[in-house]
């Protein structure tokens, strides 16, 4: 007997504006009947009115809060009756308990598996599979620990300049410079609250700056048997605050053998983590 995937025919988009719009638009297209979710903030919001149906989540929670409810999201999807749910970018996408919560509930979480994501959605350890998958790494610390003394010791082993990033998250959250010792704990400090407040964890690393880096991300494509492909890589270098604008495709500097080098590096470690979904691996290249 086949085990045929479950068909998805409603659709909850756990995100907010232009993201969520995006998420009805395309599910609309299939035509299949979508879902949203709103904070208080957000009533008026458009992509509450884009749905076919629209639910107040987090009463007396903040407007950025409210979409880490997980509890909550996963209640309205099972009193909706919906398929599956789709997290778009930011926020929970990254969450792998939310991923499994889906699972657990018997609704398809449209991306990575929960496994997949605690290997690659926390960057430290998405650079523990780098290594193991034979991929170069710039230095830097595993998570942050409380302790300030273990904190600058782990610094003064990365050395300085030196960035935060936080370890469950993107989005140009939780990323601060750090250019000596006497900024440090207050840096570090501001960033663990900023990632808090994006992703609801407060787990944060410390990575080595590359100055005037080009970054560069392969975009992979995997199924539930184990193929992997990619679909060439990509030149998101101009940024604003950590976040990109322009990505340009393919990048012009790269020469046929760094372009299939890369896209091997992407390949290895998606096969080490067992990838399956859509995705992409980001590297940074020095000027």
């Known amino acids: 007997m086949i ?8 659709l909850l988009a756990a995100n907010r504006g232009e993201i969520a719009i995006r998420i009805c638009r395309a599910a609309s297209e299939l035509g299949i009947e979508t879902v949203a979710i709103y904070s208080n903030e957000d009533r008026f919001a458009l992509h509450r009115f884009k749905a076919d149906e629209s639910y107040l989540i987090g009463e007396g929670k903040g407007p950025v809060e409210a979409y880490l409810d997980i509890e909550t999201i996963v209640h309205i999807a099972k009193e909706t009756n919906v398929d599956a749910i789709h997290p778009g970018y930011g926020l929970l996408s990254e969450n792998p308990t939310f991923a499994r919560r889906c699972r657990e509930e018997g609704i398809i979480f449209v991306g990575p598996s929960p496994e997949v994501m605690e290997g690659l959605g926390n960057k ?6 780098a290594v193991k998958a034979g991929a170069p790494v710039v230095p830097a610390t595993n998570a942050l620990p409380e302790d300030e003394e273990i904190i600058k010791a782990e610094a003064a082993k990365v050395g300085y300049p030196m960035i935060t990033k936080a370890s469950w998250g993107g989005g140009g959250r939780g990323m601060r410079e750090i250019t ?3 900024d440090l704990l207050r840096e570090v400090d501001a960033a663990k609250r900023e990632a808090k407040a994006a992703f609801g964890n407060d787990e944060i690393y410390l990575e080595k700056l590359v100055r005037r880096a080009r970054h560069v991300e392969v975009q992979i494509m995997g199924d ?6 990619h679909l060439f890589e990509r030149d998101c270098s101009v940024q604003r605050r950590n976040q990109k604008v322009v990505e340009r495709a393919p990048a012009p ?8 080098e890369l896209c ?7 096969r080490t983590a067992g990838y399956s979904c859509a995705g992409i691996m980001i590297v940074c290249l020095k000027k």
Do not use: M, Q
């Not at 085990?3 to 409603?10: M, Q």
């Not at 430290?124 to 599979?129: D, G, H, I, P, Y």
């Not at 091997?264 to 998606?270: D, N």
């Open 224 to 229: 539930a048997h184990g193929n992997i492909v």
């Open 253 to 260: 500097y790269f020469s046929d053998e760094k372009r299939k």
């Open 180 to 182: 000596c010792e006497k």
């Open 124 to 129: 430290v350890s998405a650079r523990e599979l």
């Open 264 to 270: 091997e590096a992407a390949l290895k470690i998606a």
């Open 3 to 10: 085990n045929r995937p479950k068909k998805i025919r409603r």
